[in-house]
């Protein structure tokens, strides 16, 4: 382990969440039933509800800034980027329903990060469903609350990344210069696990976001796009162990050579991923995947499923001094758009 490093507490974690204390009030004439709301449970956590339901059960490190702040230099970090939990961004509620939540979730994660002292920076969500009220709510989330980026969900509703319906929204982002951290949410093949519901976190997530990034890919939205930052959580998910398939089919069928403007393997180098895999061989793998240029530190903080030694587990994987500073910090600063720290 490299001391000196772990000293300065430098790492940028693009990956963590955010859960209000509350949630707001409905302003409408009919409550949705699937607006979330807290309960009551033991100690200092509560109970997410949403449709009736326990959805999560979560601790007060989601909402206080002070003890999320305490968490950070053990973790090795000088900077934490909040987003909501995933599914709280909420693309299934009626777009003016979703847009009002957002809204409130939004301006909440500002008044953490005005709070924060400059430790915290702030990733904010959009009603996707309802493409105006996305672009309106990008710009409030850039222009008014000064966030570099938002979080977006792997699908929305079924609808992938790359497709073209949604182009016009990375086109507002290019054109703000708006980070897009992509977020497992809703997987496909649920029906497929066998076991527990933790398995959707745990195997579902990150072959939605496998085929979330696939996706950018065979529609060529890096060639499209070229100046947009988009990032995608969980190491990429699946990605990794695509590519070399996706890179063969492109040799061996017309079909998608014809369509894809530049290989699969080149496309995927123009992509952010998060480190947040668990194991430092597949950590390894991703450089040698994806490039050194391209990974940044994500934890997923503060559930329990998430990385509470990033960092460190970055150093144990053996890079030299200018790949860890890179997957440490340095490729966060250039995903964010943020004034690289000496």
Known sequence: MNAKTMRCACGIDAHAHVIPENFPAYIGSKLPGDWPSMAP?????RNVMISGKVYRTVS?????TGKRLADLPAMGLKLQVVSPMPELLSYWMAPADAQQLLRYLNDQIA????ESGGALAGLGAVPLQDMDLAIAELEYVVKVLGFPGVEVGSNINGIAIG?????PFFEACEALGAAVFVHAIRPAGMERLVGPASLQQVIGYPGDVGLAAASCITSNLPVRRPNLRIAFSHGGGTLASLL???EQGWDVFPALKDSMA???REQAGKLFYDTLVFDT???RHLVASFGSTQLLVGTDYPFNFHDRTPVERIEAAGFDEATLAQLT???AERFLGLKANP
Do not use: F, I, Y
């Open 41 to 45: 449970a033991q100690a200092c956590h």
């Open 60 to 64: 007060d490190k989601c909402w206080d």
């Open 111 to 114: 008044g953490m990060v005005a």
């Open 163 to 167: 497709d073209p319906r949604l182009d």
């Open 244 to 246: 070399p398939r996706l």
């Open 262 to 264: 530049q290989s699969p």
């Open 281 to 283: 061989p597949t950590l």
């Open 329 to 331: 910090h340095r490729n």
